[in-house]
């Protein structure tokens, strides 16, 4: 079955994903620089306007002094203008900093903002900075942290830094970028939770109706695979709130989770398009395979998103997703999905008009959400300011998830008011079809049938008549009934079939035996003798020559 290789193939993915080192851009950071180099990136974060905190503490040997710390700012005459230009020495990248804004934190006892002291270590002095820095800017911003030590002999440093924003738990760990998003992903994994459970009503429902079909599953698992992913991430930004490191791995598997539910989702729209378990019991084998080879590319391009974010992604840059090779290959796979879901579409309107209530609102929905992703991939990319673009992106894909599953819960809801309702045959009935002598000749295809919410107009007063019938094949009229005996139908001058009792005899099954009497154990009682009437009494009298009348 299409949908379970569909499975098969994301969780391919899955294992192939859990090998990938995610990039966890920590407001905790610690680490060791050893270098030959004499300026090195150690790490960002986007402070507010009046509440932004650094707080250090640098350990390297006497020896190797004198260091420096580089605050920069993601003014186009800052940081674009020293990151990743070979063409410019350290004296030049450090000239561009602002003296008057105390940019430069020298790393020596002679600096007393920098808390530096002489200790001693295994007979080697070192020195030792502790201290802090506070950030105030007119709007939000990235702040760059680098090491430099211009025409020395290499840097060496270990170096431990806590960057916050404010005391809230809300904001105090997080980026200025990340604002929010903990509790825009707690609303969202509430709204999902309760449109799984709904789907799960309507399962249960579904399912005592013979119409829990496999397309309904794999919704619900997408929703289900949903708010699993939006669990983890509630997870991983709760502990990342309270400590500024958070678990990696838990953010890691949340975005596993959410790319699995997208490609299920994406798969039940396809097969939907193609009409199974609307129009068809089973996919032809070409389809199969050609689906077969579009998930397998879908899938193995998510992979190396996976891996070129995790990898190739530069650290020193505010960077999206999308904004990649892969992401690029990810939006024209999206495109060609959309025009695939178009042609399915128009085939299956094609071959089954009677679908039109479904397969409209179905396609002019969905059409808005196979371009919403593009189209906020292009908008992040170049549209939104780097400092505001992760909160706004989580939202809206968020978004673009919670209408595509919401639009699906609505046409499929099993309600007689429901006039979009999709399915007409029984889960029962696919069997019968599939195992019926015509299985090989397109017997795939279910019958032509009154549209499927009418299986609800009778809820109150079931039909039991259509619940234990199985339609395999159309209402044969009496005409084609006799052509199939090879019999010439007569007909009138009206162009009237003319049936006689011979041609019903071939047609019409026999009819019942007559019932026999029932037998009686005992003799009947005999019958009371009938009394003469009142008129009958008169006459008899009459005819015996007596008279009646009355004595004077």
């Known amino acids: 079955m299409e949908g379970r290789l569909g499975v098969r193939l994301l969780c391919l993915a899955a294992l192939s994903s859990v090998f990938c080192v995610d990039l966890v851009l920590a407001k905790y950071v ?47 005459s800052q940081w674009p203008a020293v990151y990743k230009r070979p063409e410019k020495n350290c004296y030049q990248k450090e000239a561009v900093l602002r003296p008057e804004n105390n940019q430069v934190i020298n790393l020596t006892t002679r600096y007393t903002w920098s808390g530096c002291m002489v200790e001693g270590d295994e007979n080697e002095e ?7 820095r506070s950030f105030r800017s007119v709007r939000e911003r990235w702040w760059y942290i680098a090491l430099s030590k211009c025409g020395g002999d290499g840097l060496q440093l270990e170096y431990e830094m806590n960057l ?3 005391k809230s738990f809300w904001t105090k760990h997080f980026s200025a970028d990340e ?46 695979v949903e708010v699993l992913s939006l669990l983890f991430h509630c997870v991983y930004w709760g502990l990342y709130g309270r400590d500024g490191v958070g678990n990696g791995s838990l953010k890691l598997l949340g975005k596993l989770l959410f790319s699995v539910s997208f490609l299920l989702f994406l798969l039940m729209l396809i097969l939907l398009g193609k009409g199974f378990t609307v129009t068809r019991a089973r996919i032809s ?16 391009t998510y992979v190396v998103l996976f891996i070129y974010e995790s990898e190739f992604f530069d650290p020193g840059e505010v960077l999206y997703a999308y904004d990649s090779p892969a992401g690029y290959g990810l ?23 009677e679908k039109q209530p479904f397969y409209v609102p179905f396609f002019t929905t969905y059409t808005l959400w196979f371009f919403a992703v593009p189209v906020m991939a292009l908008i992040a990319n170049f549209g939104i300011p780097r400092w505001a673009r992760e909160k706004i992106v989580n ?54 049938h009154a549209y499927g919410n ?19 094949d159309p209402v044969k009229t009496v005409e084609e009934m006799v052509a199939r005996k090879g019999q010439e139908v007569p007909r009138n001058s009206e162009q009237k079939i003319i049936t006689t009792a011979a041609d019903l005899t071939s047609i019409l099954p026999p009819p019942p035996p007559p019932i026999p009497p029932r037998p009686t154990s005992h003799a009947s009682p005999p019958l009371p003798p009938r009394l003469p009437s009142f008129t009958e009494y008169f006459s008899m009298q009459g005819g015996g020559g007596g008279t009646f009348g009355t004595k004077a």
Request: aromatic share 16%.
């Open 30 to 76: 610690k680490g060791i620089v050893d270098t030959k180099e004499d300026w090195v990136f150690l790490t960002r974060f986007c402070f507010l306007t009046d509440f932004g905190r650094l707080d250090f503490r640098f350990r390297y040997p006497k020896s190797r002094c004198c260091q420096n710390i580089l605050l920069y700012f993601d003014d186009t």
């Open 126 to 132: 070192v020195l030792s900075c502790v201290g802090g």
């Open 164 to 166: 916050t924003n404010g």
């Open 179 to 224: 604002f929010g998003i903990l509790e825009t992903d707690i609303t969202f994994l509430v709204i999902f939770s309760l449109v799984f459970l709904l789907s799960c009503y309507f399962a249960y429902n579904l399912k005592g109706r013979q119409l829990f079909h496999t397309t309904y599953k794999m919704f619900m698992t997408a929703a289900g």
């Open 285 to 300: 084998h070409s389809g199969s395979v050609k689906l077969s080879i579009y998930m397998t590319v879908y899938t193995i």
């Open 331 to 353: 939006m024209g796979l999206q495109l060609l999905a959309y025009v695939w879901f178009c042609y399915a579409v128009l085939v299956s309107l094609k071959h089954y008009p």
């Open 395 to 448: 939202g809206i894909q968020l978004g673009i998830h919670l209408y595509a599953h919401i639009v699906f819960l609505v046409i499929t809801r099993p309600s007689a008011a429901n006039k979009n309702f999709p399915y007409h045959v029984r889960t029962s009935q696919i069997g019968i079809l599939m195992s019926s002598p015509k299985a090989g000749e397109g017997a795939e295809s279910f019958p032509h």
């Open 454 to 472: 009418s299986s609800f107009l009778g809820d109150s007063q079931p039909n039991f008549t259509e619940l234990f019938s199985i339609q395999s």
